[in-house]
């Protein structure tokens, strides 16, 4: 773990998971334990195979783990490689399983959205990557895929709704967990952790945006108007014990 964070800390999180899986294997053979083989997979070896043909340099790399193959390719390729291999006479990639997102906020591209894809006639297995986002570029913009695989759909508006990555033709995109107000993006890691202050029992969930809190019920820490963090309201009650310090 403190190698990883030293990796990471250093900016170089892929080589952290390099290093860490060659310091694994190394503590397995000593350890007399049997090695873990993982036979080459020819489907996902022919779907690479196919990626590298239609979309060229659209293909930025490929990584084989533990018999998984990851894709990274340019956003600009995404839609392309997913409906070539969706339409493959010999691969038929027509389940899209998941659509997730992980936040690095120390890189550049910020944003990894990753796509699982399955077939339920040929048993191929793939997963695509594509990089977005950063400082400059803080509420990034992907293709949808939803006119391809149309559970695309609400995989998407659940990233969308956690992580703030938007996607460009996207039928519907608006919040699917999150109350529609809510400020903010809780996957992010710079979500901030203070929430609210409010003494018990209280609802649990946000005043409205333009409304401050009822006298006693605390202090808001993520409902501003000018989207800080300041608070937006004081305790009012002098004799609350919960008081926080101005």
């Not at 900016?11 to 503590?27: K, Y």
Request: net charge negative; with cysteine.
């Amino acid at each position: 773990a403190a190698l990883i964070s030293d990796e990471r800390a250093a900016g170089d999180p892929r080589a952290a998971l390099e290093r860490a899986g060659a310091v694994m294997a190394d503590q397995t053979r000593e350890s007399g334990a049997p090695s873990l083989d993982f036979p080459t997979n020819p489907l996902a070896e022919a779907s690479v195979a196919l990626l590298r043909e239609r979309l060229g340099e659209g293909v930025l790399s490929v990584t084989v783990y533990r018999g998984e193959t990851t894709v990274l390719l340019t956003p600009a390729a995404l839609v392309d490689a997913c409906a070539t291999l969706r339409d493959a006479p010999d691969l038929r990639y027509d389940l899209l399983e998941d659509v997730t997102a992980v936040d690095w906020p120390e890189r550049e591209p910020r944003f990894d959205l990753v796509y699982q894809l399955v077939s339920t006639e040929s048993g191929a297995s793939l997963r695509l990557k594509i990089q977005a986002g950063g400082e400059d570029d803080p509420e990034p913009e992907v293709p949808t895929v939803s006119g391809i695989w149309p559970t695309a759909n609400w995989f998407e508006r659940e990233v969308f709704d956690f992580f703030g990555v938007r996607f460009s033709g996207h039928p519907d995109l608006r919040r699917i967990l999150m109350p529609s107000d809510w400020v903010g993006y809780p996957l992010r890691k710079d979500y901030p952790l203070t929430g609210f202050a409010l003494p018990e029992p209280h609802w649990g969930g946000q005043a409205p945006l333009n409304q401050p809190l009822k006298p006693g019920e605390g202090q808001l820490t993520l409902r501003t108007t000018d989207g800080s963090e300041l608070p937006n309201a004081r305790i009012r009650s002098e004799d609350d014990e919960r008081r926080l310090p101005e």
